[in-house]
């Protein structure tokens, strides 16, 4: 039986490297801040270096920052290189950068379906093998992508969005067979509906932010902090035995 010793550092990060996309805003910002105060050494990757710095200040703790497009896949062994550079090859890694073109299906172009499948699915795959090596020597890892409310249900304007997140709840099942015998754990955390850039235009409409709102079994939206749990689970030895899974946070909105 576990003692209350071995409970308190359950969800303890002291001493792993994370690195996570989208830091700069966000819950990529919100779940870099956690993992941060955690105890990890953390690696935040976006476009935009002032808000990287700006979390930087925010997070405190160990952290870098490593300004990319992760959109250009050309430039991926170059961002691998430089998000291992401040700490070494990280354990942790939690994808969270992402783009909604909102395209209805009509008018969805093959610019808006490339570039949203580059960056939701193609990319959080491909980084993830490049650093599988390094925790497949340790025979510790944790891979977090982000799925969606659209990975199973269907919304209007985002036949591109949900396509490439459909893959991503396919992506981590596959990923959790192929690599958590080399003790890499792969999961996904699925959010409802938070107050981000991508759902400005969601929450910019109160009627429809009470509407999305009324259709949870908790009757609320989102707070950034309803991710800190889960999340810490998923990247922590807590979740030792939790693989291949989708963690719905978002207040049962799926349940109904």
């Known amino acids: 039986m576990p003692t209350p010793e071995d409970i308190s550092t359950l ?34 990757v976006a476009r935009r270096s002032s808000d990287l710095e700006d979390w930087r200040r925010e ?17 991926l062994d170059n961002v691998a290189g430089n998000i291992a550079g401040p700490f070494g090859p990280p354990q942790i ?17 093959p610019e808006g379906w490339d ?10 795959f491909f980084l993830s093998q490049a650093f599988v090596p390094a925790m497949r020597e340790r025979r510790w890892g944790r891979i977090v992508n982000f799925a969606s409310l659209q990975t199973t249900r ?25 690599w958590s015998k080399d003790g890499i754990n792969a999961n996904a955390i699925g959010p409802g509906f938070f107050p ?16 999305n709102a009324a259709q949870t079994c908790i009757g609320r939206n989102g707070k950034m902090e309803d991710l800190d749990g889960p999340l810490l689970f998923l990247c922590s030895d807590a979740s030792a035995y939790v693989t291949g899974q989708i963690l719905m946070v978002d207040g049962g909105f799926t349940a109904k």
């Open 154 to 178: 269907a919304f209007p304007g985002g036949i591109a969005y949900g396509a490439s997140k459909g893959g991503v709840g396919q992506m981590t099942r596959a990923m959790a067979e192929a």
């Open 115 to 124: 570039v949203t499948l580059t960056l939701n699915l193609t990319i959080p």
């Open 59 to 75: 997070a405190g703790g160990q952290t870098a920052a490593v300004t990319a497009d992760l959109a250009d896949q050309g430039a």
């Open 196 to 211: 981000t850039e991508l759902t400005a235009a969601v929450f910019g409409d109160e009627e429809r932010a009470q509407r």
């Open 93 to 109: 890694l939690v994808h969270a950068a992402g783009i909604n073109t909102r395209e209805v299906a009509d008018e969805v172009t």
């Open 11 to 44: 969800f303890d990060l002291s001493g792993k490297v994370a690195c996570v996309t989208g830091a700069s805003s966000g819950l990529g910002r919100r779940a870099a801040t956690v993992l941060a105060n955690a105890g990890a050494s953390v690696v935040g």
